[in-house]
């Protein structure tokens, strides 16, 4: 089946500094790929969504300045946290869709993560 | 995405079978239904995913009556190792944007 690659699986940085977590889909083309941010005992949040080769569309909420999304190719994505601060410590995902998937929403697939901790 | 409404908690012990319910009251005629399974510090999972009557996998069944306003996944006699949050998610195959609501805490003890 489809694999969604996320790395690192965990970081830790100081704060003030910038973080970049990658996503890369192993064995299918991703136009679309989404960035998660989950907070402890909480659910999924979109924060944005990544189209190859055009701007991420962030939520509304999401600061974009902070939360840089490049999708450079159809099988990476990556997003960095720009001078990061404790309250960004979270739990970040990425999944993707299939290029050629028949739509259904089983055709995204998950990354397995990456805890970031900002100290 | 139509918006969902799952019991937040359910407490099992191994061997038994697992029914949660969700509700979907606004569910649109193109809508399907999607359960994903996730652990601590993992991704999600898809599991399963139906639009109408009865799915059944390795993994689950999903049963969806007629009206199609809830969904219950049942997970047959269950093992700690299901011990995860289980979401349900309805929406349309094209639209690409997963809105994930708080799901429910199952937890299986021995």
């Known amino acids: 089946g489809a694999v969604v690659s996320q790395h690192p699986s965990w970081v830790i940085c100081k704060s003030g500094t910038s973080v970049k977590i990658e996503c890369r889909s192993l064995d299918f083309q991703a136009t679309t790929m989404f960035w998660y941010r989950q907070f402890p005992k909480q659910s999924l949040m979109l924060m944005a969504t990544?189209?190859?080769?055009?701007?991420?569309?962030?939520e509304q909420g999401v600061e974009k300045d902070k939360f840089l999304i490049n999708h450079a190719s159809l099988t990476l994505s990556t997003l960095t946290v720009t001078s990061a601060h404790p309250e960004d410590s979270s739990f970040y995902i990425c999944?993707?869709?299939?290029?050629?998937?028949?739509?259904?929403?089983?055709?995204?697939?998950f990354g397995s993560g990456t805890r970031l901790t900002v100290v | 995405l139509a918006k969902t409404t799952q019991p937040i908690s359910m407490d099992s012990y191994e061997g038994q079978e697992v029914n949660i319910t969700c509700s979907h009251n606004n569910i649109a005629t193109n809508d399907y239904i999607t359960w994903y399974q996730q652990f601590p510090s993992q991704g999600p999972r898809f599991i399963i995913q139906?639009?109408?009557t009865k799915v059944t996998n390795e993994v689950a069944s999903l049963f969806i009556p007629a009206d199609r306003k809830s969904s219950t996944l049942s997970l047959p006699r269950v093992s700690l190792s299901d011990t995860a949050v289980y979401y349900c998610l309805v929406g349309v195959s094209n639209d690409y944007k997963l809105s994930f609501g708080a799901g429910t805490t199952v937890t299986v003890r021995a």
């Open positions: 990544s189209n190859e080769g055009s701007k991420a569309t962030y």
């Open positions: 139906g639009y109408k």
């Open positions: 999944s993707a869709r299939e290029r050629t998937g028949t739509g259904l929403l089983y055709g995204y697939t």
